[in-house]
């Protein structure tokens, strides 16, 4: 559980919104209020400015003609914007024209400019005085402040939204998601995890104190369940090893790894019943060493073994894998079954094993002396009338024939235009 100090969320909330409607009314109104002097100084300015640099070059004509009639037009000119109050000129001859509210002398911003004479603009023929109207200002700085007030309500309600769906994420959405969780919470269902939708940096509350509660049980439940089911799991797979290796030991021959006559009695039926309703062929190669018992009486058990186990690699070879299946059926006697296999096809692997043997099975013994076997083969392909023991006793018939008849021989002799 987690060891920070706890906080109340209603006061984490409050002095966060607190906070943050001071930061962004001082910040905007303080900007907004700086923006907006400069900007009304800046236009009063300009705009006294671009009058007398507008109105200079027709005042130093008049000026220089002593047209006093063309002077007092342009001083009326000038007065007609609101930003002059009042205008003074004082020609260099000693002549004064004025024009405007006399009231706005004392109170009002003073500007003068230089009239240069036509012909020579670096000389002075006289100056004008423009004195800015303070009402226009004021009137222009209370719009300004209408606009600020404007702006702090807008911003206000935007922060009273702010406040309402800063409450519905960090309380109210919590809150419910925690209802609805114990709400409909199941026996079934005790270690399902409680997780809320709740974003990092809030600091450690009640929420997350309840949060923690809820997770201290069920971390204690979950390990509890988890205990239970490795314990579970673990006696299983281990019981389900014990029994695959049961079963691989009751139907596999532990010297050659094939299977044994245990599984040969079990599977062959189902193998006379596939081939028998679907109309298949299936064959059966009784194979036998030829001398085994002569071996094992000179040479011993263990090189008996070793030629058992060659004996069964080389007829492993000429299976087809996932079809085909060899099995010990006892002693020196293998069986293999050929599904899908007719009785010239079947000689033929007959034929091809035992040639496999004959020329490449040979054992080295101890005294460098190599020991040559041979096998023989009885071939028998399911009849209509067939069982498995009566198959089985055909193929076993062909191959006592085999091997009264000389041995290292595949029996019944197929050839290619006739078939027993």
Not at 383 to 401: C, I, K, N
Request: glycine share 4%.
């Amino acid at each position: 559980m987690n060891k920070q100090a706890l906080q109340s969320i209603a006061s984490l909330l409050i002095r966060r919104v607190f906070k943050w409607v001071i930061l962004c009314v001082v910040c905007i109104s303080s900007l907004q209020a700086w923006l907006n002097y400069r900007a009304i100084e800046e236009n009063f300015e300009l705009t006294v400015n671009d009058v007398a640099h507008a109105h200079l070059p027709l005042l130093s004509v008049a000026i220089w003609d002593i047209e006093a009639q063309t002077i007092q037009k342009q001083i009326s000119l000038m007065l007609k914007n609101p930003s002059i109050a009042y205008v003074s000129i004082k020609a260099s001859t000693g002549q004064q024209f004025t024009g405007g509210n006399i009231n706005h002398l004392s109170g009002g911003q003073h500007m003068v400019f230089d009239i240069p004479a036509p012909a020579d603009a670096r000389m002075s023929i006289g100056k004008v005085e423009f004195v800015v109207d303070k009402t226009v200002l004021r009137k222009e700085l209370l719009r300004s402040f209408v606009i600020v007030i404007i702006e702090v309500v807008v911003l206000s309600v935007f922060i009273f939204v702010a406040v309402v769906a800063i409450l519905r994420r960090d309380l109210e959405r919590p809150m419910r998601e925690l209802a609805d969780f114990v709400k409909n919470l199941q026996a079934n269902q005790l270690s399902s995890k409680l997780e809320l939708r709740r974003k990092p940096g809030n600091g450690y509350n009640e929420i997350d104190l309840v949060v923690d509660g809820f997770h201290t049980m069920q971390d204690s439940l979950q390990k509890h369940i988890a205990n239970q089911d490795a314990l579970v799991a673990e006696r299983t797979s281990q019981l389900e090893a014990a029994m695959k290796s049961l079963k691989q030991l009751s139907i596999t021959d532990s010297l050659t790894a094939c299977y044994n006559r245990l599984l040969f009695n079990e599977r062959m039926p189902a193998e006379i019943q596939r081939a028998v309703r679907y109309q298949r062929h299936l064959s059966l190669v009784f194979c036998d060493i030829d001398f085994f018992k002569k071996v094992n009486d000179e040479y011993g058990h263990a090189i008996g073994d070793h030629v058992l186990l060659a004996f069964a690699q080389s007829l492993a070879e000429e299976l087809r894998i996932d079809v085909d299946w060899v099995v010990r059926y006892g002693g020196e006697e293998f069986i293999l079954v050929l599904p899908e296999t007719n009785l010239q096809a079947a000689w033929e692997v007959a034929e091809r094993i035992r040639q496999q043997v004959a020329q490449h099975l040979f054992i080295r013994m101890q005294d460098g002396s190599m020991l040559r076997v041979t096998a023989s083969f009885g071939v028998a392909e399911l009849q209509a009338a067939d069982t498995m023991e009566s198959l089985v006793q055909r193929a076993d018939e062909w191959l006592y024939f085999a091997k009264s008849h000389g041995r290292n021989q595949v029996q019944p002799i197929i050839d290619s235009t006739s078939q027993l």
